[in-house]
């Protein structure tokens, strides 16, 4: 049918890129799965994932800290779909450490995966929308792309970047009277690997036990004290994906549980 889009969601064989990847399945679309790794597991999520919602799902490796690797998953799902109608830019990694002892090596790759690589696929996939004349862009952002927390400078430096790429490329889109959005998605804690490695960093670095940590330092920062969920974004993208978003572009839309209402 016409309204079968194409998806590519990246670092989506796990998290929250996975939940986004199932909800977009869900709805019909051609899912693009993506990470670093080539492994059976990666490839029997795609199948799984088909066999679950009858869409076709793919799983595509590419290694997201290399700018030219992150053009090729786009012109990959192109090859094999036709185009990319819907970009989400998911892939993140995190690293907790003061400042002063920032690894420079953790600096350059999360700036490389969190933020550069959203602009290289971001650079592959505008013509291919513009082409078409429809298209969604959706970054994944965080609460920290909006405020700061102490001992993340690569992260939110990278989400707060991200924020104004958003913004750019909506500007870029409506310029171009195009029926494509860009937005930010910017979620609160949810339970994932990537917070339940920070768990451990969070413990040494405030030198708190893990339940402490849960309560004073992450949810702390959310007034409803509770984590997000990974159904909860995909379905803040699927909405984002839809018609009745047209006119949401260039923004942040926060799921957070009042994380920045504080
Ligand atoms: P996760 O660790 O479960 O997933 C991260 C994904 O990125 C994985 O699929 C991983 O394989 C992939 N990835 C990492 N390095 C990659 C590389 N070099 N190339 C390709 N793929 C790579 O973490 P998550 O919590 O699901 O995070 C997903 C996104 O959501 C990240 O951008 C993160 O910053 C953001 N986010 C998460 C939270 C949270 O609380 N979990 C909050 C705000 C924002």
Redesign the pocket.
Known sequence: SEDIKTAVV?????????GIARALAAEGHNVVL????DSEDDHGLAREIAEAHGNRTVYVK????NGDEARMLVEKAAEKFGSVDILVN?????HVAPVEEFPTAKWDAIIA??LS?AFHTTAAAVPMMKEKGWGRIVN?????GLTASPYKSA?IAA?HGIVGLTKTVALEFAEAKVAATCNAV??????????E?QIEDQMKAHGMGREEVLEKVMLQRQPTREF?T?EEMGGTVVFLCSDHARQITGTTISVDGGWTAL
Do not use: E, F, R
Request: hydrophobic share 35%; proline share 4%.
């Open positions: 990246t670092g989506s064989n796990s998290g929250i890129g996975l993506n990470s670093y790794t590419a290694d997201l800290s998911n892939a993140g990694i995190q995966i969190n690589s994944i952002a965080s609460a920290h992260y989400k910017c979620p609160g804690y949810v339970l994932t690997p990537l917070v490695n997000a990974v």
